[in-house]
């Protein structure tokens, strides 16, 4: 039977569509904006007219799957898409949520996010066991853990519902671009941005969308997964020197001193900066068999896409 994606226009979603259609599945993809998902059509998948926000539209997408990705989120930092965040986050993952037990699907994998993986006092890498203790993060990260909160309710309720937690995905195709993305692109064109004082997990984003795959097939109902590396928790100077080796570019310099790059974190045009996106992928590694491929191929092969497609110069 089919599986439905959610977001499947967008970095993660367009890769965990492209997996699917390649091991035969039937699937199906709810786009905002039909030409958006053209390619997808072209390679096989049914494309739906649709917005999670509206739930007859979700409904209509989900009747006779039997599996649901639900992909899709808003990312910004802008104060004006505060609303927006919420609308999408929070009341289009109980459209999800609510469509999909409707109609008795088998397993319903839910997206969230590292970053609604608490922190810990002392540091320590946080795994699945860390309660959400982010309240001063950002708009997003709290829209996100309140749609969590929606897709735990529904699990403890009787609901096939698995959640999974990916970290930065790194990877070719991130066209719009993520937050990953483009702190990529902008050491590529030689900007300094802030970086989490406490290290960043990233991750190949093939091996997170394999990771959705083992989820549904293998995952606990009501369990929660966190999708990286075990190797990847790079701290400012190791992300630097990986991304100097793949791009053949010195890394930017920092325009000032330690505070000022606190406060730029803050107020920049990246929004809050988070301490620490840091993450223990163990559960994921040992229940799932979550891929764990060559973390510096994956930044390698990122660097060349966007190169060869004109965001470096910024013609994207």
């Given at each position: 039977?089919?599986?439905?994606?959610?977001?499947?226009?967008?970095?993660?979603?367009?890769?965990l569509?492209?997996?699917?259609?390649?091991?035969?599945?039937?699937?199906?993809?709810?786009?905002?904006?039909?030409?958006?998902?053209?390619f997808?059509?072209?390679?096989?998948?049914?494309?739906?007219?649709?917005?999670v926000?509206?739930?007859?539209?979700?409904?209509?997408?989900?009747?006779?799957?039997?599996?649901?990705?639900?992909?899709?989120?808003?990312?910004?930092?802008?104060?004006?898409?505060?609303?927006?965040?919420?609308?999408?986050?929070?009341?289009?993952?109980?459209?999800?949520?609510?469509?999909?037990?409707?109609?008795?699907?088998?397993?319903?994998?839910?997206?969230?996010?590292?970053?609604?993986?608490?922190?810990?006092?002392?540091?320590?890498?946080?795994?699945?066991?860390?309660?959400?203790?982010?309240?001063?993060?950002?708009?997003?990260?709290?829209?996100?853990?309140f749609?969590?909160?929606i897709?735990?309710a529904?699990?403890?309720?009787?609901?096939?519902?698995?959640?999974?937690?990916?970290?930065a995905?790194?990877?070719?195709?991130?066209?719009?671009?993520?937050?990953?993305?483009?702190?990529?692109?902008?050491?590529?064109?030689?900007?300094?941005?802030?970086?989490?004082?406490?290290?960043?997990?990233?991750?190949?984003?093939?091996?997170?969308?394999?990771?959705?795959?083992?989820?549904?097939?293998?995952?606990?109902v009501?369990?929660?997964?966190?999708?990286?590396?075990?190797?990847?928790?790079?701290?400012?100077?190791?992300?630097?020197?990986?991304?100097?080796?793949?791009?053949?570019?010195?890394?930017?310099?920092?325009?000032?001193?330690?505070?000022?790059?606190?406060?730029?974190?803050?107020?920049?045009?990246?929004g809050?900066?988070?301490?620490?996106?840091?993450?223990?992928?163990t559960?994921?590694i040992?229940?799932?068999?979550m891929?764990?491929?060559?973390?510096?191929?994956?930044?390698?092969?990122?660097?060349?896409?966007?190169?060869?497609?004109?965001?470096?110069?910024?013609?994207?």
């Amino acid at each position: 039977m089919t599986a439905l994606v959610t977001g499947a226009t967008g970095f993660v979603g367009r890769h965990l569509a492209r997996l699917l259609l390649s091991q035969e599945e039937p699937v199906r993809v709810l786009a905002r904006r039909l030409h958006a998902a053209d390619f997808l059509a072209e390679a096989g998948a049914e494309v739906i007219s649709g917005d999670v926000t509206r739930l007859g539209d979700v409904a209509a997408a989900v009747a006779g799957c039997r599996v649901v990705y639900h992909v899709a989120a808003a990312y910004s930092t802008r104060p004006q898409d505060i609303g927006w965040l919420y609308q999408v986050n929070v009341r289009g993952t109980l459209n999800v949520l609510l469509a999909a037990r409707g109609a008795e699907v088998a397993r319903i994998v839910h997206v969230s996010t590292v970053g609604t993986i608490g922190r810990l006092p002392d540091g320590t890498i946080p795994d699945e066991s860390v309660p959400f203790n982010l309240w001063d993060g950002s708009h997003y990260v709290r829209s996100k853990y309140f749609g969590e909160l929606i897709a735990r309710a529904m699990a403890d309720a009787g609901a096939p519902v698995v959640i999974v937690h990916p970290t930065a995905c790194v990877g070719p195709e991130d066209v719009k671009p993520s937050a990953t993305g483009r702190r990529l692109l902008a050491f590529l064109r030689g900007q300094w941005v802030p970086y989490p004082a406490g290290g960043v997990n990233f991750v190949p984003v093939e091996d997170v969308v394999r990771g959705m795959v083992a989820a549904a097939e293998r995952g606990r109902v009501g369990e929660r997964y966190i999708l990286g590396h075990a190797r990847g928790n790079l701290d400012e100077g190791a992300y630097l020197d990986l991304m100097a080796r793949v791009s053949g570019q010195p890394a930017p310099k920092p325009p000032r001193g330690k505070l000022w790059q606190r406060l730029l974190g803050r107020g920049s045009r990246y929004g809050h900066l988070p301490q620490a996106l840091t993450a223990d992928p163990t559960r994921a590694i040992r229940e799932l068999g979550m891929p764990q491929s060559d973390l510096e191929d994956a930044f390698a092969r990122a660097v060349a896409w966007f190169r060869d497609n004109g965001y470096v110069e910024g013609n994207r």
